[in-house]
């Protein structure tokens, strides 16, 4: 079926406001943290694959770092084990460390690879053990006891922060046109696997990698004001002050951090992108709109 003389027009208008950004990010890194809806809605991961596959093609150098907490928990609940949190965090002994780099590492780092792949990518999947990409160290937290007055060690297994990162072979899969796809996964000195925050390691990474940008999909569209309007183009203290005013808060807040903490290092920008919205990194990269919020330093 043909155009319309009216389709056709708005084709070329939305190619010729996309070309002055593909110039700009030509050659440029861009980590995109991949999960919520997006992950699940079979319609969102066809054109986020479509997505990556674009920017790669047009000379982006997209990193796809990805969650896939709701994928561990469905097989642990197959197996008969029951999943406890503290503080957001899954609690992680061996047993259920080793469903977790089932789960990341494995079918849910296989499935993203080969949706991008299969639109003419050509992806290649990593954890954060692959070549020393993840340093990882464990976390241990205080909690207080307010029947012994004080506060005990809380130890919740194998969950880490990122120590350090070592970009080698993420920068030797871009030079090769190559789509690193990175599952949160890290080894501390023990030798042992760490269960990270799929945000931290996407900003820590940004940050090692000095990234064009951070994008991080959400399940929402973006940071709100108190009147649930969008706010984008915030600096980073205008954040900060939005925070400290209590109109960020709850789940939002571990990801604005993440953002803050990458463009206080280096990153240029940090989106957090409604994830819900067909083609929404696209959106956010090639228009003068966007889909979220964008953060800069």
């Keep these: 079926m043909s155009l319309t003389t009216d389709q056709a027009k708005n084709i070329a208008h939305v190619l010729n406001m996309s070309l002055p950004y593909i110039q700009r990010f030509q050659g440029k890194t861009m980590v995109i943290k991949y999960g919520g809806n997006a992950m699940t809605d079979e319609s969102l991961k066809q054109s986020f694959a479509r997505d990556i596959v674009l ?9 796809v770092v990805h969650g896939g907490g709701p994928q561990i928990g469905q097989l642990l609940e197959k197996i008969g084990k ?18 977790v780099e089932m789960v990341l590492g494995g079918l849910v780092n296989k499935e993203i690879v080969s949706m991008i792949n299969n639109h003419g990518g050509k992806a290649v999947g990593l954890t954060g053990k692959d070549g020393g990409l993840i340093h990882a160290q464990k976390i241990q937290f205080d909690q207080s006891n307010s029947e012994m007055n004080a506060s005990e060690i809380v130890d919740i297994g194998h969950v880490g922060v990122v120590d350090s990162i070592d970009v080698s072979i993420v920068q030797m899969l871009d030079k090769a046109d190559f789509i690193p796809v990175i599952a949160p996964v890290g080894v501390g000195d023990d030798g042992q696997s760490y269960n990270i925050n799929a945000d931290l390691v996407a900003g820590k990474l940004a940050e090692a990698l000095q990234a064009e940008k951070l994008i991080l999909l959400t399940n929402t569209a973006g940071v709100l004001d108190q009147e649930g309007k969008l706010l984008t183009g915030l600096k980073a203290q205008q954040v900060q002050e939005l925070i400290e005013n209590g109109t960020i808060h709850g789940g939002m807040l571990p990801k604005i951090n993440c953002a ?15 994830g819900r919205v067909d083609h929404a990194v696209l959106l956010e990269l090639l228009t003068d709109e966007g889909v979220g919020t964008l953060i800069k330093g």
Excluded: C, Y
């Excluded at 029951?82 to 080793?98: A, L, P, Q, Y």
């Design 55 to 63: 920017m790669k093609l047009v000379g982006m150098n997209p990193v």
């Design 82 to 99: 029951d999943s406890k949190f503290v503080h957001g965090m899954r609690v992680t002994d061996s047993e259920t460390m080793d469903v």
């Design 260 to 274: 803050l903490d990458a463009v206080r290092s280096g990153v240029k920008t940090a989106q957090i992108i409604d």
